[in-house]
Each structure stands twice: as structure tokens, then as C-alpha cells.
């Protein structure tokens, strides 16, 4: 996304993490963040689009300097519409 100007290192992964989940508005415990090189991939299962953009919009606007990747799956959050058969 962005181009690094501010090294990519352990201690910005540790305070990535710790944004998602201490802040407040995020809370989110289910996103792992890791370093490739010089980017940093952020993993794992959201209940939605949107929760997936408020992650991603938290982590650009604190460290809008950082290449960034997204690998956030959504996850079936509704009830099934069909009964499951077991055999």
C-alpha cells in the first residue's frame, strides 16, 4: 500500500498488535500480525467486510507509512438457512 519510510521492525509489529487489541474501538483478538521483509501481513477471521475496513483503516491511519497486506477471511457470521444432515 504505502511506501516504508519508517523501519519495519519488531517493535512496529508489537505495537500494530497491540492497537487491534487494546484499542477500544477494535478490541480484535483474532488478527496476527507478521513481518515479510518489509512488509507487514495481517491474518486470521473477521465477522465481516466491515470489520475487516475498520481493521484496516486503524492500522493505515496510525502507521500510514507501512507497506501492509491483508490476508482477513470473513467468517459465516448468520444462523445456516439449512439443517445440516448427519448420516
Not at 483478538?29 to 475498520?54: D, F, K, M, N, P
Not at 491511519?61 to 501492509?68: Q, T, V
Amino acid at each position: 500500500m504505502n511506501h516504508s519510510t519508517r523501519p519495519l521492525d519488531e517493535y512496529v509489529e508489537a505495537e500494530v498488535q497491540r492497537l487491534l487489541t487494546e484499542d477500544a474501538g477494535l478490541g480484535e483478538q483474532g488478527i496476527t500480525v507478521a513481518r515479510r521483509e518489509h512488509t507487514l501481513i495481517l491474518c486470521g477471521e473477521v465477522e465481516s467486510r466491515q470489520r475487516c475496513e475498520e481493521i484496516v483503516r486503524a492500522v493505515t491511519e496510525r502507521f500510514p507509512d507501512i507497506d501492509l497486506r491483508v490476508d482477513i477471511g470473513i467468517t459465516r457470521a448468520a444462523a445456516p438457512t439449512e439443517a445440516e444432515e448427519l448420516l
